[in-house]
């Protein structure tokens, strides 16, 4: 089978997952101190992060697979942002599910088209292991707020509210986190969440001064066998239109399903 073959149900669905597990499953006085507020709407999730810094916390996506894509379900889309007093938000569908009218609904909902996402898959068999002279292992709770100030740096986050949630994905038992040190120093992290017999990797992120070193080629391949031996067959990711982060996946073996568009609303 080709990753071609995976449906939207399948390549949507893992990545809502942990967005939602990210932000419903973290400490209460975090949300609090966040202002997140989670649902599932029509099938998919609605994440709300009324004090994120960042902007990129706020979005909904996993939708078209259960129910179709309407204009009724943007309207309480755009309700639930607006009751959350949320000022900007991502609205994330698959292509092949958007609607035969979809430009006048992102029209009549003042929905603009912003960045590309490329959504990738691979079949474990098939990828190539890279290598790195970084250690590379899974990350104990003890390190918890050290790979969350990693992740956080490596994106270039602010620490404030974001390090608490990014933390209890390391104790998350939905989760599996791993890192890569150099000598001592914990450099480099990466996510893997097991959905079915599929693989979500996820919050690959490395300090600047630390990149060109494989780090993030050397997690790709420690998830793919940590997936492998939990039985999965295939590995899906997500990332930007280009870069290293979309060069070390293709680089690894992972193909791009598609070009998912980020459909921005703003109050």
Not at 6 to 31: D, N
Not at 101 to 117: P, V
Not at 164 to 184: E, H, K, L, Q, Y
């Amino acid at each position: 089978m080709s990753p071609q073959s995976l449906t939207p149900a399948v390549l949507e669905g893992i990545e809502a997952e942990f967005m939602y597990r990210y932000q419903a499953e973290c400490p209460q006085a975090t949300q609090e101190q966040l202002g997140i507020r989670t649902a599932r709407i029509g099938g998919g999730v609605a994440l709300a992060m009324r004090h994120d810094p960042t902007h990129y916390w706020s979005k909904a996506l996993g939708f078209g697979v259960e129910e179709p894509v309407t204009g009724a379900l943007i309207e309480e889309l755009v309700a639930f942002y607006r009751s959350h007093q949320t000022v900007r938000a991502g609205i994330q569908i698959a292509p092949a599910l958007l609607p035969p009218d979809w430009d006048d609904l992102a029209e009549a909902h003042g929905l603009k088209a912003g960045s590309g996402i490329h959504k990738l898959a691979g079949r474990i068999e098939d990828l190539t292991f890279g290598k790195s002279d970084l250690r590379v292992e899974e990350v104990r709770a003890e390190h918890a707020q050290e790979w969350a100030t990693t992740l956080l740096n490596g994106f270039g986050m602010p620490l404030e509210g974001l390090s608490s949630m990014a933390a209890a994905i390391v104790t998350n038992p939905a989760f599996r986190a791993f890192g890569a040190w150099d000598a001592g120093q914990l450099v480099a992290v990466g996510n893997l969440l097991i959905h079915g017999s599929a693989a979500s990797l996820n919050a690959g992120a490395t300090l600047p001064e630390y990149r060109g070193r494989g780090a993030q080629s050397a997690l790709i391949a420690a998830r793919a066998r940590a997936a492998a031996d939990a039985g999965c067959a295939w590995v899906i990711a997500e990332t930007g239109e280009s870069g290293s982060s979309l060069n070390n996946m293709r680089r690894a073996g992972l193909e791009s399903v598609y070009l998912r568009r980020n459909w921005i609303w703003e109050a």
